[in-house]
Protein backbone atom coordinates (compact mmCIF):
# COMPACT_ATOMS: atom_id res chain seq x y z
CA UNK A 1 0.00 0.00 0.00
CA UNK A 2 1.42 3.28 -0.80
CA UNK A 3 0.95 6.55 1.65
CA UNK A 4 1.06 9.77 -0.19
CA UNK A 5 1.34 12.73 1.80
CA UNK A 6 -0.28 16.03 0.40
CA UNK A 7 1.11 19.27 2.15
CA UNK A 8 -0.38 22.74 1.87
CA UNK A 9 -1.33 24.26 -1.06
CA UNK A 10 -0.83 20.92 -2.86
CA UNK A 11 -3.30 18.32 -4.09
CA UNK A 12 -2.56 14.59 -4.95
CA UNK A 13 -4.85 11.96 -6.99
CA UNK A 14 -4.95 8.31 -6.67
CA UNK A 15 -6.07 4.91 -6.94
CA UNK A 16 -6.49 2.08 -4.01
CA UNK A 17 -4.75 0.78 -2.53
CA UNK A 18 -2.96 3.92 -1.76
CA UNK A 19 -3.85 6.09 1.53
CA UNK A 20 -3.85 9.74 0.97
CA UNK A 21 -2.79 11.67 4.12
CA UNK A 22 -2.47 15.44 5.25
CA UNK A 23 -1.19 16.36 8.72
CA UNK A 24 -1.49 19.94 10.75
CA UNK A 25 -4.76 21.05 9.18
CA UNK A 26 -5.78 23.91 10.98
CA UNK A 27 -7.81 26.79 9.37
CA UNK A 28 -6.44 24.86 6.14
CA UNK A 29 -9.31 22.65 4.39
CA UNK A 30 -9.00 19.24 3.05
CA UNK A 31 -11.35 18.38 0.31
CA UNK A 32 -11.79 14.65 -0.35
CA UNK A 33 -13.28 14.12 -3.77
CA UNK A 34 -14.12 10.44 -4.27
CA UNK A 35 -15.67 7.87 -6.56
CA UNK A 36 -16.24 4.78 -5.26
CA UNK A 37 -16.72 2.16 -8.50
CA UNK A 38 -13.33 3.46 -9.43
CA UNK A 39 -11.68 3.29 -6.14
CA UNK A 40 -9.92 7.00 -6.94
CA UNK A 41 -9.85 9.91 -5.09
CA UNK A 42 -8.09 13.18 -4.89
CA UNK A 43 -6.98 15.02 -1.68
CA UNK A 44 -6.68 18.97 -1.46
CA UNK A 45 -4.63 20.88 1.59
CA UNK A 46 -6.35 24.15 0.58
CA UNK A 47 -4.72 27.23 2.31
CA UNK A 48 -7.20 30.21 1.75
CA UNK A 49 -10.97 30.31 0.50
CA UNK A 50 -10.10 32.13 -3.44
CA UNK A 51 -7.62 34.43 -4.95
CA UNK A 52 -7.12 38.37 -4.05
CA UNK A 53 -8.15 40.28 -7.20
CA UNK A 54 -5.59 40.41 -10.25
CA UNK A 55 -3.19 37.61 -7.81
CA UNK A 56 -2.64 34.39 -9.46
CA UNK A 57 -0.96 31.40 -8.08
CA UNK A 58 0.86 28.23 -9.84
CA UNK A 59 -0.44 25.78 -6.86
CA UNK A 60 -4.34 26.18 -7.73
CA UNK A 61 -4.48 23.80 -4.68
CA UNK A 62 -3.64 27.11 -2.64
CA UNK A 63 -7.15 28.44 -3.10
CA UNK A 64 -10.65 26.27 -2.02
CA UNK A 65 -12.15 27.35 -5.16
CA UNK A 66 -9.37 26.31 -7.92
CA UNK A 67 -8.60 23.08 -5.99
CA UNK A 68 -11.96 21.40 -6.12
CA UNK A 69 -12.12 22.86 -9.83
CA UNK A 70 -8.39 21.47 -10.53
CA UNK A 71 -9.13 17.79 -8.80
CA UNK A 72 -12.59 17.53 -11.06
CA UNK A 73 -10.68 18.03 -14.20
CA UNK A 74 -8.07 15.76 -13.52
CA UNK A 75 -10.01 12.86 -12.04
CA UNK A 76 -12.44 13.26 -15.02
CA UNK A 77 -9.54 12.57 -17.41
CA UNK A 78 -8.67 9.60 -14.97
CA UNK A 79 -12.18 7.97 -15.77
CA UNK A 80 -13.97 9.66 -13.15
CA UNK A 81 -16.60 11.79 -14.34
CA UNK A 82 -17.97 14.79 -11.59
CA UNK A 83 -21.40 12.84 -11.56
CA UNK A 84 -19.53 9.94 -10.03
CA UNK A 85 -17.98 12.03 -7.34
CA UNK A 86 -19.13 12.74 -3.58
CA UNK A 87 -16.63 15.15 -1.21
CA UNK A 88 -15.81 14.74 2.31
CA UNK A 89 -14.38 18.18 4.35
CA UNK A 90 -12.23 18.21 6.81
CA UNK A 91 -10.45 21.32 8.66
CA UNK A 92 -11.59 24.66 8.78
CA UNK A 93 -10.59 25.30 12.28
CA UNK A 94 -10.85 28.46 13.96
CA UNK A 95 -6.99 28.00 15.95
CA UNK A 96 -6.85 31.57 17.29
CA UNK A 97 -9.02 34.19 18.86
CA UNK A 98 -9.08 37.27 16.25
CA UNK A 99 -9.53 40.86 17.99
CA UNK A 100 -11.16 41.65 15.30
CA UNK A 101 -14.89 40.97 15.99
CA UNK A 102 -16.15 41.59 12.43
CA UNK A 103 -13.63 39.62 10.04
CA UNK A 104 -14.78 36.20 9.42
CA UNK A 105 -12.60 33.12 10.84
CA UNK A 106 -10.52 32.17 7.56
CA UNK A 107 -11.41 28.26 8.24
CA UNK A 108 -14.83 29.52 8.16
CA UNK A 109 -14.25 31.04 5.01
CA UNK A 110 -12.59 28.15 3.80
CA UNK A 111 -15.66 25.98 4.71
CA UNK A 112 -18.16 28.08 3.42
CA UNK A 113 -16.15 28.50 -0.36
CA UNK A 114 -16.21 24.77 -0.49
CA UNK A 115 -19.69 23.92 0.25
CA UNK A 116 -20.75 26.76 -2.43
CA UNK A 117 -18.14 25.30 -4.89
CA UNK A 118 -19.80 21.68 -4.75
CA UNK A 119 -22.87 22.59 -4.49
CA UNK A 120 -22.56 24.39 -7.62
CA UNK A 121 -21.03 21.19 -9.15
CA UNK A 122 -23.95 19.33 -7.82
CA UNK A 123 -21.04 16.73 -5.93
CA UNK A 124 -22.46 15.84 -2.44
CA UNK A 125 -20.62 16.75 0.72
CA UNK A 126 -20.97 12.94 2.75
CA UNK A 127 -19.19 13.19 5.72
CA UNK A 128 -17.28 16.63 7.69
CA UNK A 129 -15.38 16.93 10.42
CA UNK A 130 -15.02 20.92 10.22
CA UNK A 131 -14.62 23.81 12.45
CA UNK A 132 -13.57 24.37 16.26
CA UNK A 133 -10.34 24.95 17.67
CA UNK A 134 -8.29 22.02 17.10
CA UNK A 135 -5.37 20.75 14.30
CA UNK A 136 -6.53 17.56 12.65
CA UNK A 137 -4.73 15.44 10.03
CA UNK A 138 -5.96 12.39 8.28
CA UNK A 139 -5.70 9.43 6.54
CA UNK A 140 -8.06 8.55 3.19
CA UNK A 141 -8.43 5.26 2.34
CA UNK A 142 -9.34 4.76 -1.32
CA UNK A 143 -10.00 1.26 -0.96
CA UNK A 144 -13.06 1.85 1.28
CA UNK A 145 -13.25 5.74 0.69
CA UNK A 146 -13.14 5.93 4.42
CA UNK A 147 -11.64 8.80 5.98
CA UNK A 148 -9.91 8.70 9.71
CA UNK A 149 -9.57 11.89 11.60
CA UNK A 150 -7.51 12.67 14.19
CA UNK A 151 -6.92 15.33 17.03
CA UNK A 152 -4.65 15.81 19.29
CA UNK A 153 -7.59 15.43 21.82
CA UNK A 154 -9.21 12.39 20.94
CA UNK A 155 -7.82 8.88 21.73
CA UNK A 156 -9.46 7.40 18.64
CA UNK A 157 -9.71 8.52 15.12
CA UNK A 158 -13.23 9.42 13.93
CA UNK A 159 -14.44 8.04 11.18
CA UNK A 160 -15.89 9.77 7.90
Known amino acids: ?22 RGLGSCLAILLYDEAAQRGALAHALLPVPR ?3 TSVKPATYVNLAIAE ?9 SPQGALVAKLVGGS ?3 LSTHERLTPIGELNLSQAI ?3 AQMQIPVVGQETGG ?3 RSLEFDLASGSVAVMTVRSKEPKLL
Not at 71 to 79: N, P, T
Open 53 to 55: EGH
Open 94 to 96: QMF
Open 133 to 135: NQG
Open 71 to 79: MVEKLAACG
Open 1 to 22: MDVLRVGIAEYRLAEAPATLVA
Open 116 to 118: EVL
